[in-house]
């Protein structure tokens, strides 16, 4: 019922800046809340993490390897989460997926596909 739509990844140098969107919508048009929303990542090999969710009032929790340098944010109306990454690491080269536990006519979790990010050297 619920399509997140990820956007805003690529191939940035160390030190660099990415943000990442990610866009709720239902197929009915209608979504009557949203409460939390995430980012997740996994890198090949590894298991995927939480790095960063916000609650519907704007609550936020990072990881720790993420904390000072990543910004996650939400616009309710837009039913929209962002991800600011800032001062980038190769370490942070991963699949970032979109997660949101969402509202339509029950509550249910919903992922993105992923949108890539590489960090090189």
């Known amino acids: 019922q619920v399509q997140l739509v990820e956007s805003g990844g690529g191939l940035v140098q160390a030190g660099g800046s990415l943000s990442l969107s990610c866009a709720a919508s239902?197929?009915?048009?209608?979504?009557?809340?949203?409460?939390?929303m995430g980012w997740y990542r996994q890198a090949p090999g590894k298991q995927r993490e939480l790095v960063a969710v916000?609650?519907?009032?704007?609550?936020?929790n990072y990881a720790e390897s993420v904390k000072g340098r990543f910004t996650i944010s939400r616009d309710n109306a837009k039913n929209t989460v962002y991800l600011q990454m800032n001062s980038l690491k190769p370490e942070d080269s991963a699949v970032y997926y979109c997660?949101?536990?969402?509202?339509?006519?029950?509550?249910?979790?919903?992922w993105g596909k992923g949108t890539l990010v590489t960090v090189s050297s």
């Open positions: 997660n949101a536990h969402v509202f339509v006519v029950a509550w249910a979790d919903y």
């Open positions: 916000i609650s519907s009032g704007g609550s936020t």
């Open positions: 239902a197929a009915s048009g209608r979504i009557f809340s949203i409460n939390y």
